[in-house]
Nanobody, 120 residues
Framework: VQLQASGGGLVQAGGSPRLSCAASGSIFSINAIAWHRQAPGKQRELVAV???????NYADSVKGRFTISGDTAKNTVYLQMNSLKPEDTATYYC???????????????WGQGTLVTVSS
């Protein structure tokens, strides 16, 4: 299973970019897709997660500014980021877990990361 993340780049403070994460490969089912981020010199942290049932959860630092949504037909999840702050600067990674198609065994996969740099 592969994850392809896109949508990062240089953004001004207050900007509203949208990240995408597309899952492909031998997928029977997906339990949830999450966005994590890692700022320079800091640990990776969970930003937002959406389950197959549509439930969402957010880190306190992004509540009210970020929205995670999914397109199940495309196995794609989006992270709409609004009112960006310089402290949102980080590499954003998507992660998903579920069951593989060919053997119904569980999998977990990370995307390659996309860098978001917020200028003040």
């Amino acid at each position: 299973v592969q994850l392809q993340a896109s949508g990062g780049g240089l953004v001004q403070a207050g900007g509203s970019p949208r990240l995408s994460c597309a899952a492909s490969g031998s997928i029977f089912s997906i339990n949830a897709i999450a966005w994590h981020r890692q700022a320079p010199g800091k640990q990776r942290e969970l930003v937002a997660v959406i389950t197959s049932g549509g439930s969402t959860n957010y880190a306190d630092s992004v509540k009210g500014r970020f929205t995670i949504s999914g397109d199940t037909a495309k196995n794609t999840v989006y992270l709409q980021m609004n009112s960006l702050k310089p402290e949102d600067t980080a590499t954003y990674y998507c992660y998903t877990g579920g069951l593989r198609q060919w053997d119904r065994l569980p999998f977990g996969s990370w995307g390659q990361g996309t860098l978001v740099t917020v200028s003040s």
